[in-house]
C-alpha cells in the first residue's frame, strides 16, 4: 500500500465509477502530519470514504482479523472490482440480497366526520354506511368490519390522521387503491413503492487452513454459509473418501463451488452433481404453484400436501375429517372428569384405611365439594350455547352418567353420529371458531362454556379463591393464638419451676434442720443413761 501510494496513487473502480486517493490525503484522514509516509490500512479506508462517490457499488470497511479492507456489494450482484491482476471476484459478499418490499399508500382523512366511507383496490371494495366518527382509527375499525375487508388485497391501519393501505404481497402495484369519504375521492399518495425480491448469486470465500477432505469439510461447516459439509467413507478401497455437499431445498438453494488452486477436488465437474436443485411444481385449479419444499401447507387450508414422486397424470385429494381425534379427545375428558370426581370424594370423606394424601382435607366443607361436583356436572352436560341440527350437547355424543356418578362414552353412538354430523358436532363445541377467549364477544360452543365454568371457581371471587383467602386468613390467626398461648404456657412453667426449686430448698433446710434435732436428742439421752 505505502509503495502504491508513493508512486502515484490507489484508484478504485466498480466497473462504472471511479476515484483515486493520494498518499497525502491517506496521511490527512489519518492525522498525520503534511509529508507523512507512515500511513495505515485505517487511515487508507478513511480517505477511500471521504472520496468515493455516493452512487460508488461497495461499501468498505478495515478488516478486523488482518491487514486488509472488506468490499461489500451495496446490491447483491451489482459491481465489480478490479485489480491489476483482473478482475476480483472471490471474496465479495452481498450485504443484503434484495428482498420483496409490500407497497403503502396513504391518504390524509379528516378525524371528525359524519360520512359513508370506502376502499377499494380497483377489484374489490368495502363500504361502510354514513356514521359519525371522531378519529381516523375509529374509521379505520369500520372499514376492518365491513363485508368483504378479507377479500381486499391489502389491509388498512391507522398512523396518526392518515389511513393507509399496506400490500398483502410484495411487488409493484399497477393500479393504486382508492379511498372515497362522503363521495369524495382522497388523495392518496405512495410513500413506500413495491418490489419484487431479486435473489442473486452471492460469492463467498472460505479459507481452508488444513488440506485434507477433513479440513475442508470442517472449514465449510465452520463459515456458515447455508451449506452443510459432509465426509463419507464408501468403503470402496483406495480413494475411499467423499465429501457431500448440501444446501437448503428448492431453486433458491443452489450453490456452486470452485477452488483456487488447480485440484478443486472434483467440484466443478458435472458428473459430479448427485441431484440438482430445483422446486417443486404442481398444477392446482389450473394454477401452477411453485414450492421449495415437497411439503405443501398453504394451497389448502388445514392440510399438508406430501409430494412422493413425480408424473403428469392428475391425481385426486379426498380431504376428510379427522373423527379419530376427537374420539380421543372425548375418552380423555371421561377419563379427567371421572378423576376429578373420585379426587373431590375422596377429600370429602374420611377413610380409616386409606393411604390417600389428601383423604378427609375437606371433609369440614361438605358444601364445598358438592358446590364444585354440581356445577361441573351442570357444566358438561349443559345444552352448548351454540347448537347446531340435532347436535346440543355432550349427551348426543354418547357420553352420560352412571349409576355411581361416573362418565360413560358410548362410542357405537358417536361413531354413527359422526359419520353425517361432524360439522353439527364441531360448531356445537367450538361455534365454528378457535383460539377463543373468556371475554370473546363471539359466539361460543361447549368447550369455552365449560372452560368458563371452571375459571370462574378459581377467579378472584371464585368459591376457591374465597375459600382459599379465608382458610389462609383463620390460619394466620391460629398461628397468632398459638403464639399467645405459648408464651402463656413459658410463664407458667417458669413460675412452677421457681415455686418447685423453692420446695426443694425448703425440705433440704428441714432436713437439715431434722438431723440436727436428732443428734441433741441422741446426745442428751446418752447423758442421762451414764
Do not use: C, W
Given at each position: 500500500?505505502?509503495?502504491?501510494?508513493?508512486?502515484?496513487?490507489?484508484?478504485?473502480?466498480?466497473?462504472?465509477?471511479s476515484f483515486s486517493v493520494t498518499m497525502a490525503q491517506v496521511a490527512a484522514a489519518q492525522g498525520l502530519a503534511v509529508g507523512a509516509t507512515n500511513v495505515n490500512t485505517g487511515g487508507l479506508v478513511a480517505a477511500m470514504s471521504a472520496h468515493a462517490p455516493s452512487n460508488f457499488s461497495f461499501n468498505f470497511e478495515q478488516n478486523s482479523t488482518s491487514d486488509g479492507i472488506n468490499f461489500t456489494q451495496k446490491t447483491a450482484g451489482t459491481g465489480t472490482l478490479t485489480?491489476?491482476?483482473?478482475?476480483?471476484?472471490?471474496?465479495?459478499?452481498?450485504?443484503?440480497?434484495?428482498?420483496?418490499?409490500?407497497?403503502?399508500?396513504?391518504?390524509?382523512?379528516?378525524?371528525?366526520?359524519?360520512?359513508?366511507?370506502?376502499?377499494?383496490?380497483?377489484?374489490?371494495?368495502?363500504?361502510?354506511?354514513?356514521?359519525?366518527?371522531?378519529?381516523?382509527?375509529?374509521?379505520?375499525?369500520?372499514?376492518?368490519?365491513?363485508?368483504?375487508?378479507?377479500?381486499?388485497?391489502?389491509?388498512?391501519?391507522?398512523?396518526?390522521?392518515?389511513?393507509?393501505?399496506?400490500?398483502?404481497?410484495?411487488?409493484?402495484?399497477?393500479?393504486?387503491?382508492?379511498?372515497?369519504?362522503?363521495?369524495?375521492?382522497?388523495?392518496?399518495?405512495?410513500?413506500?413503492?413495491?418490489?419484487?425480491?431479486?435473489?442473486?448469486?452471492?460469492?463467498?470465500?472460505?479459507?481452508?487452513?488444513?488440506?485434507?477432505?477433513?479440513?475442508?469439510?470442517?472449514?465449510?461447516?465452520?463459515?456458515?454459509?447455508?451449506?452443510?459439509?459432509?465426509?463419507?467413507?464408501?468403503?470402496?478401497?483406495?480413494?475411499?473418501?467423499?465429501?457431500?455437499?448440501?444446501?437448503?431445498?428448492?431453486?433458491?438453494?443452489?450453490?456452486?463451488?470452485?477452488?483456487?488452486?488447480?485440484?478443486?477436488?472434483?467440484?466443478?465437474?458435472?458428473?459430479?452433481?448427485?441431484?440438482?436443485?430445483?422446486?417443486?411444481?404442481?398444477?392446482?385449479?389450473?394454477?401452477?404453484?411453485?414450492?421449495?419444499?415437497?411439503?405443501?401447507?398453504?394451497?389448502?387450508?388445514?392440510?399438508?400436501?406430501?409430494?412422493?414422486?413425480?408424473?403428469?397424470?392428475?391425481?385426486?385429494?379426498?380431504?376428510?375429517?379427522?373423527?379419530s381425534t376427537l374420539k380421543t379427545g372425548l375418552k380423555d375428558v371421561v377419563i379427567v372428569y371421572n378423576s376429578i370426581n373420585a379426587a373431590l370424594s375422596n377429600m370429602g370423606s374420611i377413610k380409616e384405611d386409606s393411604t390417600e394424601a389428601l383423604n378427609g382435607a375437606l371433609a369440614d366443607d361438605g358444601s364445598l365439594i358438592s358446590y364444585i361436583?354440581?356445577?361441573?356436572?351442570?357444566?358438561?352436560?349443559?345444552?352448548?350455547?351454540?347448537?347446531?341440527?340435532?347436535?346440543?350437547?355432550?349427551?348426543?355424543?354418547?357420553?352420560?352418567?352412571?349409576?355411581?356418578?361416573?362418565?360413560?362414552?358410548?362410542?357405537?353412538?358417536?361413531?354413527?353420529?359422526?359419520?353425517?354430523?361432524?360439522?353439527?358436532?364441531?360448531?356445537?363445541?367450538?361455534?365454528?371458531?378457535?383460539?377463543?377467549?373468556?371475554?370473546?364477544?363471539?359466539?361460543?360452543?361447549?368447550?369455552?362454556?365449560?372452560?368458563?365454568?371452571?375459571?370462574?371457581?378459581?377467579?378472584?371471587?371464585?368459591?376457591?379463591?374465597?375459600?382459599?383467602?379465608?382458610?389462609?386468613?383463620?390460619?394466620?390467626?391460629?398461628?397468632?393464638?398459638?403464639?399467645?398461648?405459648?408464651?402463656?404456657?413459658?410463664?407458667?412453667?417458669?413460675?412452677?419451676?421457681?415455686?418447685?426449686?423453692?420446695?426443694?430448698?425448703?425440705?433440704?433446710?428441714?432436713?437439715?434442720?431434722?438431723?440436727?434435732?436428732?443428734?441433741?436428742?441422741?446426745?442428751?439421752?446418752?447423758?442421762?443413761?451414764?
Amino acid at each position: 500500500m505505502r509503495a502504491a501510494l508513493t508512486s502515484g496513487n490507489i484508484t478504485f473502480s466498480d466497473g462504472v465509477n471511479s476515484f483515486s486517493v493520494t498518499m497525502a490525503q491517506v496521511a490527512a484522514a489519518q492525522g498525520l502530519a503534511v509529508g507523512a509516509t507512515n500511513v495505515n490500512t485505517g487511515g487508507l479506508v478513511a480517505a477511500m470514504s471521504a472520496h468515493a462517490p455516493s452512487n460508488f457499488s461497495f461499501n468498505f470497511e478495515q478488516n478486523s482479523t488482518s491487514d486488509g479492507i472488506n468490499f461489500t456489494q451495496k446490491t447483491a450482484g451489482t459491481g465489480t472490482l478490479t485489480s491489476n491482476s483482473g478482475v476480483v471476484d472471490a471474496g465479495i459478499t452481498a450485504a443484503t440480497p434484495i428482498t420483496g418490499v409490500a407497497a403503502i399508500y396513504s391518504s390524509g382523512l379528516t378525524p371528525s366526520v359524519t360520512a359513508t366511507l370506502s376502499v377499494s383496490d380497483g377489484t374489490n371494495a368495502v363500504s361502510v354506511a354514513s356514521a359519525s366518527y371522531s378519529t381516523v382509527a375509529a374509521q379505520v375499525s369500520a372499514i376492518q368490519a365491513g363485508a368483504g375487508y378479507d377479500d381486499l388485497l391489502f389491509t388498512v391501519a391507522a398512523n396518526g390522521n392518515n389511513i393507509e393501505a399496506t400490500y398483502k404481497t410484495t411487488g409493484a402495484i399497477a393500479t393504486a387503491p382508492t379511498v372515497t369519504v362522503g363521495g369524495t375521492t382522497q388523495t392518496v399518495t405512495n410513500p413506500t413503492a413495491g418490489r419484487t425480491a431479486v435473489n442473486s448469486p452471492v460469492v463467498t470465500s472460505i479459507s481452508i487452513s488444513t488440506d485434507t477432505p477433513a479440513g475442508v469439510v470442517e472449514a465449510i461447516n465452520a463459515a456458515n454459509k447455508g451449506v452443510t459439509a459432509s465426509l463419507v467413507d464408501t468403503g470402496t478401497g483406495g480413494n475411499n473418501f467423499r465429501i457431500v455437499l448440501s444446501g437448503d431445498t428448492g431453486l433458491a438453494g443452489t450453490f456452486a463451488v470452485t477452488s483456487s488452486i488447480s485440484n478443486d477436488l472434483g467440484f466443478g465437474d458435472a458428473d459430479k452433481t448427485l441431484q440438482t436443485a430445483q422446486d417443486s411444481v404442481i398444477n392446482f385449479e389450473g394454477l401452477t404453484i411453485t414450492r421449495s419444499s415437497n411439503a405443501i401447507t398453504d394451497v389448502v387450508a388445514g392440510t399438508t400436501i406430501a409430494l412422493n414422486d413425480v408424473t403428469s397424470s392428475a391425481v385426486r385429494l379426498n380431504v376428510v375429517s379427522d373423527t379419530s381425534t376427537l374420539k380421543t379427545g372425548l375418552k380423555d375428558v371421561v377419563i379427567v372428569y371421572n378423576s376429578i370426581n373420585a379426587a373431590l370424594s375422596n377429600m370429602g370423606s374420611i377413610k380409616e384405611d386409606s393411604t390417600e394424601a389428601l383423604n378427609g382435607a375437606l371433609a369440614d366443607d361438605g358444601s364445598l365439594i358438592s358446590y364444585i361436583k354440581n356445577n361441573i356436572r351442570s357444566a358438561v352436560f349443559n345444552n352448548s350455547s351454540t347448537t347446531s341440527g340435532n347436535v346440543n350437547a355432550l349427551r348426543d355424543l354418547g357420553i352420560s352418567i352412571n349409576r355411581g356418578g361416573d362418565m360413560t362414552f358410548d362410542e357405537t353412538k358417536y361413531d354413527g353420529l359422526v359419520l353425517t354430523n361432524f360439522d353439527d358436532i364441531s360448531k356445537m363445541l367450538t361455534a365454528g371458531t378457535s383460539n377463543q377467549g373468556k371475554y370473546d364477544t363471539a359466539s361460543k360452543g361447549l368447550s369455552q362454556d365449560i372452560a368458563n365454568v371452571l375459571d370462574g371457581f378459581t377467579d378472584k371471587d371464585g368459591i376457591v379463591t374465597t375459600r382459599s383467602t379465608n382458610a389462609t386468613s383463620l390460619l394466620e390467626d391460629h398461628k397468632e393464638e398459638l403464639t399467645k398461648l405459648e408464651t402463656r404456657m413459658t410463664a407458667v412453667y417458669q413460675r412452677y419451676l421457681s415455686q418447685f426449686t423453692a420446695m426443694e430448698s425448703m425440705m433440704a433446710s428441714l432436713d437439715a434442720t431434722k438431723d440436727y434435732l436428732t443428734g441433741q436428742l441422741e446426745s442428751l439421752s446418752k447423758a442421762y443413761d451414764s
